[in-house]
């Protein structure tokens, strides 16, 4: 069966500080791999996804992310984080084969300070 | 262009009573999902359609939560008899035809509490 784990519940960082948010997954077979982002009171917006390819992923408002086969980790940076980053980040894996579902880590709360 | 419509934004009633959560997935999409996301268990899937059939609601939690898709444009998440642990939001998502890569947009959710 699949699993994520997202190390960090909260991360706290400075404003145009750089961040990592660390994830890894469990898995005997091969799998998509996807980070979203949630502000308050919305609904999730997909931030990256990998699918095959190039290791580095690049996503929307600077974040990218970086997968390991060999460590079954997919985690997510940014080199200087803005206040509006502030939000709630859930990593997901998904089957290549098989079922359309999502499976979701716990996430992980940034908090970026002034 | 309209992204997935949930209604009502927020819910409160109290417990016993019939909870009927709508959800508008968008134009063309053939998967729905339903998800529910609490402080304790994180974001669980409860339920996902395609092409308007259950796929797998092996999430649901028991035989209060019923779901249906009557159409391409709508579906309902119904709790009867809704009790005060059935608090949480509720989120709708929607995803193209069936290619795994295809990512999953979600509605703003709805927020319930049963008193």
């Known amino acids: 069966a699949q699993s994520v784990t997202q190390l960090d519940s909260q991360v706290p960082v400075f404003e145009e500080a750089p961040v990592e948010l660390r994830c890894n997954y469990s898995?005997?077979?091969?799998?998509?791999l996807f980070w979203y982002v949630q502000y308050p009171n919305q609904g999730l917006q997909l931030l990256l996804k990998?699918?095959?390819?190039?290791?580095l992923v690049k996503g929307i408002n600077g974040f990218e992310a970086e997968f390991n086969k060999s460590q079954t980790s997919f985690h997510l940076r940014k080199p200087s984080v803005h206040i509006s980053d502030t939000a709630e980040y859930f990593c997901?894996?998904?089957?290549?084969?098989?079922?359309?579902?999502?499976?979701f880590g716990q996430g992980t709360r940034l908090t970026i300070n002034p | 262009d309209a992204g997935v419509i949930q209604s009502p934004r927020h819910e409160v009633t109290e417990m016993g009573q019939e909870v009927t959560l709508r959800c508008k997935p968008i134009?063309?999409?053939?998967?729905l999902f339903w998800y529910r996301q609490t402080m304790m268990r994180g974001l669980e899937l409860l339920i996902y359609?395609?092409?308007?059939?259950?796929?797998?609601d092996s999430g649901m939690p028991e035989d209060r939560f019923s779901a249906k898709m009557p159409n391409a444009s709508f579906s309902t998440l119904k709790i009867q008899p809704s009790e005060p642990r059935d608090s949480a939001v509720y989120f709708c998502?929607?995803?193209?035809?069936?290619?795994?890569?295809?990512?999953?947009?979600f509605g703003d959710g709805t927020r319930l509490s049963i008193l």
């Open positions: 998502a929607s995803s193209p035809r069936a290619k795994v890569n295809q990512p999953q947009h």
């Open positions: 898995s005997s077979v091969s799998v998509y």
């Open positions: 990998y699918l095959s390819g190039s290791t």
């Open positions: 997901a894996v998904s089957y290549v084969q098989g079922a359309q579902k999502l499976v």
């Open positions: 134009s063309g999409h053939d998967y």
């Open positions: 359609f395609n092409n308007n059939v259950p796929i797998d």
